[in-house]
């Protein structure tokens, strides 16, 4: 059965976003209004961050039901520099594991008057069914669904990469490492499809390569060198052994030997071309330190960047949701 990626359900009446559960089926107007919103809270380093107080009196739950880092902080910076309360839930001690359902937990949090779920699980469809079963006036955000989507991920990855390079349609893009288990790969390569990449390259070994029918239009190259040659941006994606059976997962130093990005086949690319990585790193196997260091990488850029997009994200559920209430005239929405 074909999974539910929430295209469908993450609009409202009105057309407009109130989920965000996949960068399927947005326009690249819609896409660019995003960027163009995130853009307008990035900061210089050493600046105070952006505040407004766009989700004053929000509550924000984050419900992370995978580890996560810089995604989790970054959605709670967000909210919390617009001015949301927001709530972590410990998921490791939390009901689920006593075997309370899903939908109890939400439905839980709502009668606590949540508007908006930041949920990552590894359970294919999870936030598309949980945007189904929610009231009208709370809302899903999907921070990373099993293999398959990771919105606010593709959206920092094209802000980085408009910042350092300008405009996607004059761009070659090579997606390096394991594209078959990538949430991260899915969602940006959807951004830059929608947006008009000039090429778009996917270069993985075949057993981490996706099906075909799946990144229609990219190129696929099986050698790492002819991947990277006159590429203007590389990104390198981390082995996800999490989502394969360990007798499948490919050994860390023949990887390292044969696809992992470092100063010398890096040379292969364009000379300025700028280096991505979603984190969380293994230097030393998809990454050297020099490249991951270096001046051509936008790592750290990248983390900033998702801050920005994710203040935007939530900026723009919320103005929404007030859209509704004023066409309501008043009423619940
Ligand atoms: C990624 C994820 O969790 O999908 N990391 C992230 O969100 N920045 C990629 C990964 O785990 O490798």
Redesign the pocket.
């Known amino acids: 059965m074909k999974t539910d990626n929430g295209r469908e359900v993450q609009r409202d009446q009105g057309g407009r976003l109130r989920h965000l559960l996949t960068l399927e089926g947005l326009s690249a107007a819609e896409l660019l209004s995003l960027l163009d919103l995130a853009q307008f809270y990035v900061r210089h380093p050493g600046d105070l961050p952006a505040r407004d107080q766009s989700l004053a009196g929000r509550t924000v739950a984050n419900l992370f039901f995978e580890p ?1 880092t ?2 989790r902080v970054s959605f709670e910076l967000a909210a919390s520099r617009l001015g949301a309360q927001v709530v972590n839930l410990d998921l490791h001690s939390s009901s689920r594991v006593k075997g309370e359902s899903v939908l109890d937990t939400l439905y839980t949090l709502q009668a606590m008057q949540v508007d908006v779920f930041v949920m990552r699980d590894s359970q294919p469809g999870l936030p598309a069914f949980v945007a189904r079963h929610v009231q009208p006036h709370v809302s899903v955000l999907n921070a ?1 669904e099993a293999h398959l989507s ?1 919105p606010t ?1 593709g959206l920092l990855d094209v802000l980085t990469i408009r910042q350092r390079k300008g405009d996607v349609g004059a761009l070659s893009v090579a997606i390096v490492g394991d594209i078959r288990h990538s ?2 790969a899915r969602s940006t390569a959807t951004a830059l499809s929608t947006l008009g990449v000039g090429e778009l390259r996917i270069v993985a070994p075949p057993a981490l390569m996706p099906d075909q029918d799946e990144f229609i239009g990219a190129r696929r190259h099986t050698v790492l060198a002819d991947g990277l040659r006159g590429a203007d941006v590389v990104m390198a ?2 082995i ?1 052994r999490e989502r394969m059976a360990d007798a499948n997962a490919p050994d860390a130093d023949a990887f390292c030997r044969e696809w992992g990005i470092t100063s010398g086949n890096l040379r292969l690319a364009a000379p300025d071309a700028v280096v991505l990585h ?3 790193m293994n230097r030393g196997v998809e990454i050297s330190d020099e490249v991951a260091d270096g001046p051509q990488s936008a790592i750290c850029q990248q983390v900033t960047n998702g801050v920005a997009v994710r203040m935007a994200v939530l900026a723009t559920i919320v103005r929404n949701v007030q859209l509704r209430n004023i066409e309501a005239g008043g009423r619940a929405v």
Do not use: D
């Open positions: 996560s810089r995604t990373g990771h991920q949430r991260v994606l981390r996800q979603p984190g969380p």
